[in-house]
């Protein structure tokens, strides 16, 4: 998959794409493939759709200009206290984690999976993964189990809190104080917006 990865960079270079693979080292990059499909059939979005979810990650543009793999961690990275000035909309649930992760080949064929639960984490024709054996299979499902199992957060959407402070990034856990309380989420999306 790294190999696969860097050349698929590579050919968009040569193609004058100017967004360059930040470096970093997934959780299936050893992972050995084959040709599954035809290369004409794809496009670049498909292809890193499928790199991104057969690694349990989110692919994202930053500010630099470059792609980056966002895997969600667990562990609180940044913590803001804002008691005032505040605008925030929590959602009455939290987000519970992933408890299985199947892999199939269509919508009705799962033939690999790993946990039990009922909160599946569900993939479905990923080319990446055909002519793989169950062996492989089960190696890729728990790679991603052990990195999806871990997350939940309480979604809450914010305006001046997120989107005025430049510090913080997509994928980021953080830790809110308001004048309400206290709450962990993941920055999932932001847009900075203003008058130069």
């Given amino acids: 998959i790294k190999n696969f990865r860097n050349s698929f960079f590579n050919y968009l270079k040569s193609k004058g794409f100017k967004c360059f693979q930040n470096s970093s080292?997934?959780?299936?990059?050893?992972?050995?493939?084959?040709?599954?499909?035809d290369g004409d059939s794809l496009t670049g979005r498909t292809v890193i759709k499928s790199i991104c979810e057969i690694?349990?990650?989110?692919?994202?543009?930053?500010?630099?200009?470059?792609f980056n793999y966002l895997a969600l961690k667990s562990d609180v990275v940044k913590e803001y206290d804002y008691t005032q000035y505040t605008e925030y909309y929590p959602k009455d649930y939290y987000v519970?984690?992933?408890?299985?992760?199947?892999?199939?080949?269509?919508?009705?064929?799962?033939?690999?999976?790993?946990g039990t639960g009922d909160n599946v984490y569900s993939i479905t024709g990923n080319f990446?993964?055909?002519?793989?054996?169950?062996?492989?299979?089960?190696?890729?499902?728990?790679?991603?189990?052990?990195t999806?199992?871990?997350?939940t957060y309480w979604p809450?959407?914010?305006?001046?809190l997120i989107n005025a402070n430049p510090c913080v990034e997509v994928g980021d856990y953080i830790k809110v104080t308001t004048t309400a309380g206290s709450f962990n989420t993941y920055v999932l999306s932001r847009t900075i917006n203003g008058i130069q």
């Fill in 96 to 114: 519970d984690p992933i408890s299985r992760v199947q892999i199939k080949y269509s919508d009705d064929s799962a033939y690999a999976e790993y």
């Fill in 128 to 146: 990446l993964l055909f002519g793989l054996d169950e062996t492989q299979l089960k190696t890729v499902a728990k790679n991603v189990y052990d």
């Fill in 148 to 151: 999806v199992s871990i997350i």
């Fill in 25 to 37: 080292d997934l959780i299936n990059d050893g992972l050995l493939i084959t040709k599954g499909v």
């Fill in 156 to 160: 809450v959407e914010t305006f001046n």
């Fill in 55 to 66: 690694n349990g990650c989110f692919g994202h543009i930053g500010r630099d200009g470059n």
